[in-house]
Structures are given as structure tokens and as C-alpha cells.
């Protein structure tokens, strides 16, 4: 595909043919998202780096942004398109807000929305390059789902991407009930990011957790773990390994 530019010249216009460009590979990204519900709405975590490819290239970045009134959205992947996510939401909010009709655009709906835009830039091959998480409370009720790069979309219970989706989901099968408190869903939430900073090469112990309920949006202050990294196994984790390396 191209297109042509203009290209003023004096005395006349001539064209020059520029292919159109597609994001194929991320660049700037960041890592696992995890949330779950609890007995007063959703609770997230991220932490806060940003990965140039294999170089934790960023330490302080916010990868957790409410959205309207209603919801809050934790994104995993290349950054730059979250941002230009949170452009899209922006324009999408406003518009609502434009018509003042005393109604607001709930969880339910922006997840929809999120999975339309992410199934169409999908099926124009320049997939936005993000796994989305997406909470919120509305009229009482809680809601939490996720979004793949390519329009995948689901709700659950408790939600994670990245290395999360395979390293903390089996602990929140475990250890997740309905009625969690603030504090112990704080806890588990916390739990899961130390087994994933110990885990994932491109996590760091930089973290927030934020919480929506309906009276709003809370994002924490940054703040780190306690960790414990004289277990056996983190020695010599090759004893045992077959093969000549």
C-alpha cells in the first residue's frame, strides 16, 4: 500500500510514494498486570518498569489510568500504544460527557469498546501491540475483565497477563474467595508480584497498586516488596540441568 505527499517545490507540486508503515515489533513494554474483585470492587497491581527490549530501560512508569467514573485500566505490552489507548478513551469519555444526560459510560461498556478497537486494528493487520486489563464498579456491582492484542476478550473473577497469566493465576485459583477483604486482597496481590519478580527477567521491585470502588480511584504511592532470595533453588539453579553448558 501507498500513499502520496505533496511536496511544494517552487513552481510545482510533485509526489513522492511513502510505503505505510506497520508496528512489528514492540519496542518500549511493560509487564504482568494483575487484579482481582473483592467484597468492595477490583484491585490491580503493576509494577513500574519499562523493558527496551531485554534493558529495563524505565523505572517510572504508570502502566494503571481511571477511566471515567466507573472503571480502571491496567495495560501490559508496548507503551506507546497504551498511550495512544488512553487517547482513544480520552475522546471516548468526553463525547459521553458532551452529551449531559446524567448518565456515564459504565466497565461493561468500555471493556466492548476496547475489544471492538482492539479486533479492528487486528484485522488491519497494525495491531495495537497491548493485553488490557479493565475494572471497575458500577450501580454496586463489580467488574473485571481482560483484552488480547488481537480482540480476544473475557470476564473472570481475578484476571493476569504476561508471565502473570501462567505464574499467579494458579495461586489466585487457590487462594481467591468472594469476600476478600481490602487488606488480604492487598496481600495476595502482593504475594503474586513476589513470585513474579523472582520469576520474570523484566519485572522489578518497583510496584502500585490502585483500587476502584464506587467511590472512585485510588492508585497507592510506588513502594517495594520485602524479598528473600537465599532459597536453595536461586544458589545454583542450573544443579541437576542435563546438557554440556
Known sequence: MTFTIPIDNGDSVKTAEADSQRTLYPYVTGTSIVAIKYKDGVLMASDMGGSYGSTLR??????????????????SGEISDFQEILRYL???????????????????????YLTRVMYNRRNKFNPLWNTLVLGGVKNG???LGMVSMIGVSFEDNHVATGFGNHLARPILRDEWRADLSFEDGVKL???????LLYRDRSAINKLQIAKITEEGVTVSQPYSLKTFWEFKAFNNPTAGAEGSW
Not at 480520552?90 to 471493556?111: A, C, F, I, R
Not at 496481590?189 to 513470585?195: A, G, H, I, Q
Open 58 to 75: 524505565y523505572k517510572n512508569i504508570e502502566r494503571m489510568k481511571a477511566i471515567g467514573k466507573h472503571s480502571l485500566l491496567g495495560a
Open 141 to 143: 456491582e463489580s467488574y
Open 90 to 112: 480520552d475522546e471516548l469519555v468526553l463525547n459521553d460527557n458532551m452529551w449531559d444526560d446524567g448518565n456515564s459510560l459504565g466497565p461493561k461498556e468500555v471493556h466492548n
Open 189 to 195: 496481590l502482593e504475594k503474586c508480584m513476589r513470585v
